[in-house]
């Protein structure tokens, strides 16, 4: 017999206990998998796509359709117009050709230096950080799990209703809103729970 949510009176988005763990545990896993591909980095290596030297990243030479422009890609437009200007016709102002030239050699140079600076201190700092949060959370998410079997085998007929976002037993008259809930669900606070929807 389908379960009646107590709130709506409906059975159409009750789920059991187990489902509902399912769910949780989805949306975790996906969590995790977006911090995994995090832990590379935004700054690929020297040469890679988006990386210091390449097209589309700093002191690149390309800037990719919805990309980021690189220093050079930044400079002012006198520089670029410069450029196409003296191939046309030659000014004769040696100077100011030569400051031209300085100016973009340096805005390339500076480019470089500090993308390999910013990918050196993201590799050093903030990769080993989240491999440890991610160790911890993974470790945490198997004692979760582990403890997730045992509330289903207990509390079999715990059910939860994903229209009103309320929990309940089956049968039962009173209900919990899920908001209530602290995760993870531990053992501790099912019993609390089903004591709670007995009383």
Do not use: H, W
């Not at 973009?104 to 903030?126: N, P």
């Not at 959370?137 to 009103?164: F, N, T, V």
């Not at 929990?167 to 501790?188: D, N």
């Amino acid at each position: 017999m389908q379960a009646v949510c107590p709130q709506c009176g409906s059975s159409a988005d009750v789920r059991t206990v187990g489902e509902m763990f399912d769910m949780l545990n989805s949306m975790q896993d996906q969590a995790m998998q977006r911090a995994q591909g995090m832990q590379q980095g935004p700054y690929p290596g020297q040469g890679a796509p988006g990386g210091p030297g390449a097209p589309g990243g700093p002191g690149g030479g390309e800037v990719y359709a919805g990309g980021y422009s690189d220093y050079n890609q930044g400079q002012s437009s006198q520089y670029r117009n410069r450029q196409s200007y003296d191939r046309d016709m030659f000014t004769g102002n040696i100077g100011e050709d030569a400051a031209s030239a300085a100016v973009e050699a340096m805005t390339g140079f500076l480019g470089r230096a500090i993308g390999k600076k910013m990918q050196k201190a993201f590799q050093e700092r903030v990769v080993p950080a989240m491999q440890a949060r991610a160790a911890q959370a993974q470790q945490q998410m198997q004692q979760s799990r582990a403890e997730q079997g045992a509330i289903i085998q207990k509390y079999p007929d715990l059910r939860g209703c994903m229209k009103d976002n309320v929990v309940f037993l089956q049968g039962g008259s009173r209900y919990v809103p899920i908001s209530e809930l602290r995760m993870p669900v531990t053992m501790a606070s099912a019993d609390a729970l089903v004591n709670r929807l007995q009383g």
